[in-house]
């Protein structure tokens, strides 16, 4: 065989396995086709449909929510998991076939309700005005909490919490009195208020006052 026929034989086989090499590895890399996923979600004996599932391809926060009367309609990729979810149902997979034919795909998902089990409760009916009274009068109550509103039943916390400025609500009412006070008065003389309980009590108190700070 000539020297020329070996050299283009070995090239030739090399394009060839080259070639097919290029094909295995395009093949592989081949992204899953994208398919057009329609359909409704109802309860497992198909009597009604069910708003607002949560659908959501896994391993990814992409997908969508049913409509209120139960359609979705989103795309996905061959060989997706699909996850349909609810609350008061079990969740539900679903696969896509990756040889799928085609790239629609239209079908109805059915959810179960889950169980719930909750404990054991006892209801009483409302105590009676003879129990309610035995129960409050014999009921303990923590010697931390009793020394708690003893003190704050004392005389001089009290005497001390009237004592305390106004606050700002306080001030303003004080403010807007006056105010009007002086509006209704007008143009002619204030009445002093000789009769006044409430001006003679806070003129003892000022008098009281201001011996104490002579002392």
Do not use: H
Not at 12 to 32: D, R, V, W
Not at 198 to 203: C, E, G, L
Request: with cysteine.
């Amino acid at each position: 065989m000539p020297k020329s026929l070996k050299i283009f034989i070995l090239l030739f086989s090399i394009i060839g396995f080259a070639k097919l090499n290029a094909q295995t590895t395009k093949s592989e890399n081949k992204e899953p086709e994208l398919v057009q996923f329609t359909g409704f979600v109802v309860n497992i004996d198909s009597s009604k449909t069910l708003p607002y599932v949560t659908i959501r391809i896994k391993g990814t926060n992409k997908g969508t929510y049913s409509d209120m009367q139960g359609y979705f309609s989103f795309v996905a990729k061959k060989s997706d998991v699909i996850i349909f979810s609810c609350i008061g149902f079990e969740p539900r997979y679903f696969n896509i076939q990756e040889n799928l034919p085609g790239n629609k795909l239209n079908s109805v998902i059915t959810l179960v309700e889950d169980t719930f089990f909750l404990p054991e409760m006892v209801y009483r009916p409302n105590p009676t005005p003879e129990e309610l009274d035995y129960m409050f009068s014999r009921t303990k109550i923590p010697m931390d909490e009793l020394t708690i509103a003893q003190n704050n039943l004392r005389r001089k916390p009290s005497v001390d919490f009237g004592e305390l400025a106004n606050d700002a609500l306080a001030n303003s009412s004080w403010t807007f009195n006056q105010t009007a006070d002086r509006a209704y008065y007008a143009g002619q003389a204030q009445p002093i208020p000789v009769l006044d309980v409430f001006a003679w009590n806070q003129f003892l108190k000022s008098l009281s006052k201001s011996k104490k700070k002579k002392k």
